[in-house]
């Protein structure tokens, strides 16, 4: 069988409207599944009260975030409601490299721009049940003022029809059925044959072909 560190890992990108509930179904799924880390994106956001730098975002000045840009060190980028956010490349390789599945819990902006990369990725939509369901998450996460909370419901209305530019698609209907399911999908993508043909091999390899 192939160890851990001999194969890289694969990426995994999830996305979904704001306020559907993503972080929660991401920050369950890496504390339960072995080998699956999540990207730290960088962000030229303030952090909020609760947010530490290096755990829940990189936290750098719009310049900062500006230079690294222009430095290509992003594997992809975004202005999500007038903020910057974005994935290392540099962090990126060193997870795939170490043969760790890595989860980018990314916007669909940026879910684009991964795929037209042509990098390998597999990825996730996650819908709210409804936008009655979606409304009444974001007022009460007690976040956002209502002129932000309008313009989250209007982007939404917009994102959610990327879906169908997506692998799988879940409905967070129920946070830790949500989870399994996704837990599920790493699961299945590992069995791949791609992604086993070298350990298929070894074993195969092992038995005598028939008449020998
Ligand atoms: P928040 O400020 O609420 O943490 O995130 C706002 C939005 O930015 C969310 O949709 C989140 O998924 C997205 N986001 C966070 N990190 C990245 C990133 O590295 N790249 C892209 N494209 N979007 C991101």
Known sequence: MSSRASRRG????????????????????VARAAGVRRSISYTSRRARVGETDGVHYHFVTRERFEAMIAGNQFLEWADVFGHLYGTSLVDTERVLAAGDDLLLVIDVQGGRHV???????VSVFLLPP???VLESRLRGR???????IRTRLEVAREEIRAYSEYDYVLVNDEVDR?????????VAERCRLAGMAAAA????GGFPAPGA
């Open 130 to 132: 409804s936008l009655a």
């Open 201 to 204: 091999e070894d074993i195969a």
């Open 178 to 186: 949500c989870v399994e399911r996704l837990s599920c999908i790493i």
């Open 115 to 121: 795929k037209r990369q042509g990098v390998p990725a």
């Open 10 to 29: 694969r990426l995994f990108i999830l996305s979904a409207p704001s306020g559907t509930g993503k972080t929660t179904v991401a920050e369950r799924l």
């Open 142 to 148: 007690d976040r956002d003022s209502p002129d932000a």
